[in-house]
């Protein structure tokens, strides 16, 4: 099978998950409690200025009617205006894209800085010092979720030791990338927590496999030096399982940014889609949730296609030829 087949194969995949997650959410959350129109109005409004409100807003056609023309609506790259603010869903998403992709993008640099070093020295590593900093991050990693670490930020930078970072606010890297860095490295660290700890343990279990490989021994006998093997091939060979875990973990990253975003005073999309949603301004949580679901099926298609790349294994047991 060719690779662009597999590809193709993949993206189709993508795309039928990506239309039935927005399905989906848009139907949970026209069930959702409360009316749009009654927040639009205000409690004191009378059954008959709910009832107009209802139907500026269109929500007194019939469910599939709303459905059908959000979905036509979006494929025209148009999902409607914002309840709230009267303004296209599309230029408030925009608005609030660049904060989430900040923080994501530090976090992800952060994460690969330390996971690999980490991986390779518990891997390598036969000292009591190792075998304990990788027990440790395997136990205490996983255990504590990253809104809990993102609170106790809060509250050691924001009372007990004041003026050291800041942790409140969000200035742009546009503006100021040094004050824009300190701005972001406290969620970033929290963001990263797990994800350090579950990928620095894949990669070392998958380091610890590979160097009893045939290659490793026989590189070895032919006086190749250890640091060479194992940052060069044993690495490359090792990447496989941990790049399938940094894939799940930029995911897990996007959906605990909503959390942490709201910790932390960051207008990015979980700012957003707390606050739509708290609204019940449909349009916006719905076109939030669109691009939220977007990044994360768009980072496993890249995963998926990496994989033909770092693995010939893979590709050879997937059947996918690369001429």
């Given at each position: 099978m060719p690779v662009l087949t597999y590809i193709s194969a993949k993206l189709f995949q993508t795309l039928g998950t990506f239309a039935l997650v927005v399905l989906g959410a848009f139907v949970m959350l026209r069930?959702?409690?409360?009316?749009?129109?009654?927040?639009?109005?205000?409690?004191?409004?009378?059954?008959?200025?709910?009832?107009?409100i209802r139907e500026q807003l269109g929500l007194n056609r019939p469910f599939l009617v709303q459905l059908w023309e959000w979905f036509r609506g979006a494929f025209t790259g148009d999902f409607g205006v914002s309840y709230n603010d009267h303004?296209?869903?599309?230029?408030?998403?925009?608005?609030?894209?660049?904060?989430?992709?900040?923080?994501?993008?530090?976090?992800?640099?952060?994460?690969?800085?330390?996971?690999?070093?980490?991986?390779?020295?518990?891997?390598?590593?036969?000292?009591?010092?190792?075998?304990?900093?990788?027990?440790?991050?395997?136990?205490?990693?996983?255990?504590?979720p990253n809104f809990v670490v993102g609170i106790l930020f809060v509250l050691i930078f924001g009372w007990a030791i004041t003026g050291v970072l800041p942790h409140y606010g969000y200035v742009p890297f546009s503006q100021d990338p040094v004050k824009a860095f300190l701005h972001t490295i406290l969620p970033a660290l929290a963001l990263m927590t797990s994800g350090v700890a579950i990928i620095s343990r894949v990669l070392r279990a998958s380091i610890i496999e590979t160097l009893n490989d045939d290659f490793v021994f026989v590189g070895t006998a032919l006086g190749v030096p250890r640091k060479r093997l194992v940052w060069t091939d044993v690495l490359r060979n090792s990447l496989v399982a941990a790049t399938t875990v940094f894939g799940l973990f930029l995911g897990v990253a996007l959906s605990g940014s909503v959390v942490l975003e709201n910790a932390f005073g960051i207008p990015g999309l979980g700012n957003l889609l707390v606050s739509s949603f708290d609204a019940r301004d449909y349009p916006v949580t719905i076109g939030t949730t669109l691009v939220i679901v977007a990044a994360v099926l768009l980072v496993n298609l890249v995963v998926d296609v990496l994989y033909l790349f770092l693995a010939p294994r893979v590709r050879f047991d997937l059947g996918v030829s690369t001429r």
């Open positions: 069930l959702a409690p409360g009316d749009p129109a009654l927040a639009q109005a205000g409690v004191a409004a009378t059954p008959e200025q709910i009832e107009l303004a296209p869903v599309t230029k408030i998403v925009t608005d609030h894209i660049f904060p989430t992709l900040q923080l994501v993008a530090l976090t992800t640099v952060l994460t690969i800085v330390l996971c690999i070093p980490l991986g390779i020295w518990t891997a390598v590593g036969h000292s009591r010092l190792s075998r304990w900093v990788g027990n440790t991050i395997t136990v205490l990693g996983p255990a504590i």
